[in-house]
């Protein structure tokens, strides 16, 4: 929040403006002695080195640059042997890389591919977000609630219920939450009945 304020400030509204700079002092880089850099040579060199950056990464044919080449997000197996049980799989050829994900951190849809100290060493994988995206319809008839969490309902990748909830999430859908004793019961795919 502060370099968008240092950013978008009027100069000299600053307490670091330099009035023979006709800027702030902050810009300047200082392991280049004799030049004194600006605000606005910071913005073209940082937008030169993410061009050059994205040449390197993606290619330099810039209709196949995509949010979701970089920005990824992969549900990882909670044991590290079993790459099979992460969503998407290690190897998975749809999504080799995981799932493409819009969002980032200043946003309700949160996707923070967290902190790197250079491009050379940011990742932009996702490893935080929302743990479920739970809504309710305050219908006059009474509140439909709908849900759904990050990864599946089963850790077994043979269930048709192991991904299917992260298929939702990562398209920000959901689906109905049966609350009530007859929904439930409408919807039940299977029932196990327990006796002494």
């Known amino acids: 929040m502060a370099l968008t304020y240092l950013m978008t400030a009027s100069p000299q509204s600053l307490a670091t403006y330099d009035a023979t700079l006709g800027d702030s002092v902050l810009f300047d880089d200082m392991t ?28 330099t044919d810039r209709t196949k640059w ?13 044991v590290s042997l079993w790459d099979s049980l992460s969503i998407p799989p290690i190897g998975d050829s749809t999504f080799p890389n995981g799932f493409p994900r819009h969002g980032d951190g ?5 996707g923070d591919p967290g902190l790197a100290s250079s491009l050379a060493t940011a990742t932009f994988t996702y490893s935080e977000g929302p743990t479920q995206r739970f809504v309710i319809d305050m219908d006059p008839s009474g509140p439909t609630p709908r ?13 048709p219920h192991f991904a299917d909830e992260a298929e939702l999430w990562r398209r920000n859908e959901n689906h109905p939450l049966w609350v009530t004793h007859d929904d439930v019961a409408a919807n039940t795919e299977e029932r196990d009945s327990y006796t002494p």
């Open 106 to 110: 200043y946003n309700i849809d949160v």
């Open 32 to 59: 280049t002695p004799g030049v004194v850099e600006t605000r606005d040579e910071r913005a073209v060199t940082s937008l030169l080195d993410a061009l050059d950056y994205l040449n390197t990464t993606l290619g």
């Open 147 to 159: 849900n759904v969490l990050p990864g599946g309902e089963i850790w077994d990748n043979a269930s």
């Open 66 to 78: 995509r949010w979701g080449a970089l920005h990824t997000l992969r549900f990882a197996s909670l």
